[in-house]
């Protein structure tokens, strides 16, 4: 059965860094794009950032890029956000979600399977 399981949300300062991973089954791993995304409270989903199945490709949302960082360990079968100098805007539950195709997107349509969600919550 497809699963992901999304760890390392916490309270932090703004400022700080967190490192989220995703653990999936290797049927929901291999072959797949991963991308990352969060939802805070009273908003829509929006996209963060996604990776190609190789790694070799990647897209971020404006708001992280030169912040956060997406890689994958395809052996692991993980895929890790590295959150770098977090704001409080970046609060939110974010979520690991999966598409069945090596090339990655931006669309929350184009994902067949998403994790529970982890909580990051960034104080001022």
């Known amino acids: 059965q497809a699963q992901l399981v999304e760890s390392g949300g916490g309270l932090v300062q703004a400022g700080g860094s967190l490192r989220l991973s995703c653990a999936a089954s290797a049927r929901t791993f291999n072959s797949h794009a991963m991308g990352w995304f969060r939802q805070a409270p009273g908003k829509e989903r929006e996209f963060v950032t996604a990776?190609?199945?190789?790694?070799?490709?990647?897209y971020y949302a404006d708001s992280v890029k030169g912040r956060f960082t997406i890689s994958r360990d395809n052996a692991k079968n993980t895929v890790y956000l590295q959150m770098n100098n977090l704001k409080p805007e970046d609060t939110a539950v974010y979520y690991c979600?999966?598409?069945?195709?090596?090339?990655?997107?931006?669309?929350?349509?184009?994902?067949?399977?998403w994790g529970q969600g982890t909580q990051v919550t960034v104080s001022s």
């Open positions: 990776i190609s199945w190789g790694g070799g490709s990647s």
């Open positions: 979600a999966a598409r069945t195709t090596t090339a990655p997107a931006e669309n929350i349509a184009d994902y067949t399977y």
